[in-house]
């Protein structure tokens, strides 16, 4: 195996001659006499919040038929006149909330010329998503093909598609462009990946492309060029973050017991997270305790009470998505106690009083007690209720109905 680099190192081409396996390192912006097809200008397409446009992965000049043709004039993305403004390489694409479909990845575009014997089969894209700075040793990557677009139009000297057209004075030039064929496409509709599809974090989008052509055989196919950035390849970020909101509320089924608040938490792994918090009506922060987050879905267990910005922290994106406003639980209505009337003994030592009670709200039915609520009767009653065969004494009314709630009343 031999190994022939230049200072530059902007990606390899691999070509087998009698048997032998020759690797050879070039820049693309110097092109040897001998390359009889190659790459000279590359980009993809990213739709951020609606707005689409190439991104240049690289441009390099181009001297043909005695023009020579700069790299700013090559690029497919011109960037106001300045192709390295609109570059893809080192990009952070900011943040964007799960399953928002506000950051795609619809595509490439490859620029390629042929001349003498040479021929361009085919291009391709390679790409791959990890968390930033979490490279895994050997990368899986995924194979977009970019199919055949547009030849140059030799009537105008330029490739006929806007935006970038670009140049060229030769029928060798060709364009690539992904799910394009003949000359429609431009990628507005096209999908590669939807990178907020993604699990809440920070991620890198990595990318690499391949084109297959021959410097010999005007129909061979056996060589490859890669862009590549020297091995490095082209790395721009990006960053998910996670969205909650409120999907349903349970009130509590009774007194002092506890409801829900059923929340969809899109972008947040399977798992139990102690990142779920709240404000009180005295603006003091609280934690919900492990709330486990399952298929998108998160289940506040809470007694009743002012729930105000329900919010998740992320650790890993780090985002606050929260709920605006504030969710209130309140317990079931209580009983209220309406009117009580008694009957006072007929004689001392005899027990003929009574004290009846009448209720209203609550459940309906009632446990009664005339002991201050030490003890109730054992079985629930309508209303009204009649204390009976009481001798003279003390008595105090107490009454809850059968969800545990107690009137707070004394008519």
Request: glycine share 10%.
């Amino acid at each position: 195996m031999i190994f022939l680099l230049n200072k530059y190192n902007f990606y390899f081409r691999m070509k087998r001659k009698i048997g032998c396996l020759l690797i050879v390192l070039c820049i693309l912006s110097n092109i040897n006499a001998q390359d009889n097809f190659f790459p000279y200008a590359s980009a993809v397409w990213i739709e951020n919040n609606g707005n689409g446009q190439f991104y240049n992965i690289y441009s390099i000049s181009t001297t043909t038929s005695g023009r020579t043709y700069t790299a700013q004039e090559n690029a497919i993305e011109q960037g106001g006149g300045n192709w390295q403004s609109a570059l893809f390489q080192g990009r952070d694409f900011g943040s964007h909330a799960a399953n928002s479909h506000t950051l795609l990845f619809r595509g490439a575009e490859v620029k390629t010329y042929k001349k003498n014997s040479g021929n361009v089969c085919s291009a391709k894209v390679f790409y791959v998503v990890y968390p930033q700075g979490q490279r895994p040793s050997s990368p899986s990557f995924t194979e977009h093909n970019i199919a055949w677009f547009d030849n140059c139009d030799l009537s105008i000297y330029l490739f006929p598609d806007d935006p970038g057209h670009g140049p060229c004075n030769e029928s060798g030039y060709q364009k690539w462009q992904s799910w394009a064929s003949g000359g429609v496409g431009h990628l507005t509709e096209n999908t590669v990946l939807d990178l907020t599809q993604m699990k809440e974090g920070k991620y890198t989008l990595e990318l690499y492309y391949q084109v297959n052509g021959s410097n010999t055989v005007p129909n061979g196919c056996s060589e490859t060029v890669y862009i590549n950035n020297g091995g490095n390849n082209y790395k721009a970020n990006f960053t998910v973050c996670p969205v909650i909101s409120v999907a349903s509320v349970n009130q509590p089924t009774s007194c002092g017991g506890n409801g829900q608040i059923i929340l969809t938490t899109a972008g947040i792994e399977n798992g139990t997270y102690s990142q779920f918090y709240y404000t009180d009506a005295s603006n003091v922060t609280h934690s919900f305790g492990n709330v486990q987050v399952f298929n998108n879905s998160a289940t506040l267990i809470v007694p009743s009470g002012t729930y105000n910005n329900i919010r998740y922290e992320s650790s890993v994106s780090g985002c606050s998505p929260s709920i605006a406003g504030n969710v209130i639980l309140s317990d079931p209505p209580l009983p209220v106690i309406s009117s009580i009337t008694k009957s006072n003994a007929t004689c001392f030592g005899t027990s003929t009083g009574w004290i009846e009670v009448t209720v209203t709200g609550g459940s309906g039915q009632y446990f009664f007690s005339k002991d201050g609520g030490i003890t109730f009767t054992l079985e629930p009653h309508t209303s009204p209720y009649r204390f009976e065969n009481l001798p003279a004494a003390d008595y105090y009314i107490k009454v809850k109905d059968t969800k545990g709630c107690e009137a707070n009343n004394c008519p």
